[in-house]
């Protein structure tokens, strides 16, 4: 079965080469977007030294480490999941011998790795071309990072699967997913660094499992953090990632008992 699951990852993979061109125009994009993030940082920190314990060069790493680590870990599980409930075709994969929440994992991973090496490394490549990016040249730093941007695809991929998944009761969730998407964003600190929150929200964000999707790993990273810092950080990331498969598994096996097809 380990072995179907593997070719489940390469077929995804192969797939998303056939439209390789979308991401090498994405590498632009998200190029453009960590410029206007760059000179709106710059404009921010005029005439200071640090915010919120980054200095303006850590800013510049964390925002482009940030918005490269969202080209791995971002998905579309939730709007594939309610496709395939409203459709009908999910009941077809439910009497097949795999778990479906696993092979859509699957599936997820085979496309976040052809975004790693097709989008992420170049999309980086092209920031510290074009921008004052500050790379740790500390091996275990980079290491720590991999580990945790893997648990940030993980916690993103669980958040998409709940959302999609309440398309059992709600039938059409379009509206919640767009509404998942703006909070993963801004809660996340891929917008804003959490750190920059108003003392209260800060208090709430640190309470969800947002921040541990691109603020834990970009501040990591940005500022260098080794040892216990870092360490206790993974935790967090990974205490997050046991939490969610607790209401993944009842949403489960509670909504799997109320499919019905809509259409023929």
Known sequence: MTGAYLELIRIRFMTMLAYRMNYYNGII???????????????IYSGRDELA?????????YVAVSWMARAFYFNNLDREISNEIRDGSLAIQMIRPYHYLVVKMMQALGEGLFRLLLFT??????ALLL??????????????????????FLIHSQINMLTGL????LENNEGLMRMKRVAVD???????????F???????????????????????????????DAWQALGLQAFWCAVLLVPIALLWRSARRRLFVQGG
């Open 198 to 228: 108003p003392g209260w929200a800060e208090t709430i964000v640190k309470w969800l499992p947002f921040q541990a999707i691109t603020y834990v790993p970009g501040s990591v990273f940005a500022s260098g953090a080794r040892g216990a």
């Open 131 to 152: 921008f004052p990016v500050k790379l740790p040249a500390d091996p275990a730093v980079w290491a720590m990072f991999f580990v945790m941007i893997g648990f940030s």
């Open 53 to 61: 314990g980054l200095t303006a060069g850590q800013m510049t790493t």
């Open 166 to 169: 309440c398309a059992f009761y």
């Open 121 to 126: 490394i170049p999309g980086l490549a092209v």
């Open 186 to 196: 801004l809660l996340s600190g891929l917008v804003i660094p959490v750190s920059l």
């Open 29 to 43: 994009i998200y190029a453009i977007n960590i410029g206007a993030y760059y000179f709106l940082w710059q404009a």
